[in-house]
């Protein structure tokens, strides 16, 4: 069975803070894929990124980074220099062979960025 | 190009009543999906239909759900008779079908429903 665990509930940060949310996912599958969502207070969930089991190259975006580890099951998401907008709830999913397969949710994170 | 879009956005029903959400997915999309998030639990997948068809109804709780997808365009889950547990937040998703990296699923902004 596949399970994804955000351990981190709610992290509060101040402005410009670096932050981690911690994502630890299990699976028997070879070939699966991971996802990062934002849901800001409007309620939508925001993709942001997805990673398949074979590409473990970290991956940068702006003040977005994501670090894939196969060796301890981790796909860990790192905010730099965290601003106000960034407030939101984040989830980590879980697919099996492809995007196109039901989605395994974490309990997501809440994050707080205070001005 | 528009979004997944969700109707209504919220619902407050009594115990006993029927309700009905609808789910336009993003032009072009041949997958839908439908999700629940409960108070304080994961996000958990309900269903996923390819075109018309349903591919995967292994989430839907049980025979008071039902979901439709008529000429694979929009979406519609009835709950019928609806109980205080259905109380939640209902997302849809859309995906294309193709190569692997178009088969994202893109969420819309879910129908938060109150049963009360």
């Known amino acids: 069975a596949q399970k994804v665990t955000q351990a981190q509930t709610e992290i509060s940060v101040v402005e410009k803070e670096d932050v981690t949310l911690d994502c630890v996912y299990e699976?028997?599958?070879?070939?699966?894929?991971l996802f990062w969502y934002k849901q800001p207070p409007s309620g939508e969930l925001v993709f942001l990124i997805r990673?398949?089991?074979?590409?473990?190259q970290n991956e940068i975006s702006g003040r977005y980074s994501w670090n894939f580890q196969k060796s301890t099951s981790s796909f860990n998401f790192t905010i730099t220099a965290s601003q106000v907008v960034d407030s939101a709830v984040y989830f980590c999913?879980?697919?099996?062979?492809?995007?196109?397969?039901?989605?395994?949710f974490g309990k997501g994170t809440r994050l707080s960025v205070i001005a | 190009e528009a979004g997944v879009t969700q109707f209504p956005s919220h619902s407050v029903i009594e115990k006993g009543q029927t309700v009905t959400l609808r789910c336009d997915p993003i032009?072009?999309?041949?997958?839908l999906y439908w999700y629940r998030r409960v108070m304080g639990k994961e996000i958990k997948f309900l269903l996923h239909?390819?075109?018309?068809?349903?591919?995967?109804e292994s989430g839907m709780p049980n025979n008071r759900f039902l979901a439709e997808r008529t000429g694979g365009t929009y979406s519609t889950l009835k709950v019928q008779p609806a109980e205080l547990e259905d109380s939640g937040v209902y997302f849809c998703?859309?995906?294309?079908?193709?190569?692997?990296?178009?088969?994202?699923?893109?969420f819309g902004p879910g129908t938060r429903l109150t049963v009360l």
């Open positions: 998703a859309s995906s294309q079908q193709g190569d692997l990296d178009t088969d994202t699923q893109y």
């Open positions: 699976t028997r599958d070879t070939t699966y894929y």
């Open positions: 990673r398949n089991s074979f590409d473990e």
């Open positions: 999913a879980l697919s099996r062979y492809s995007g196109n397969t039901p989605l395994v």
């Open positions: 032009s072009g999309h041949d997958n």
């Open positions: 239909f390819v075109k018309e068809s349903k591919q995967d």
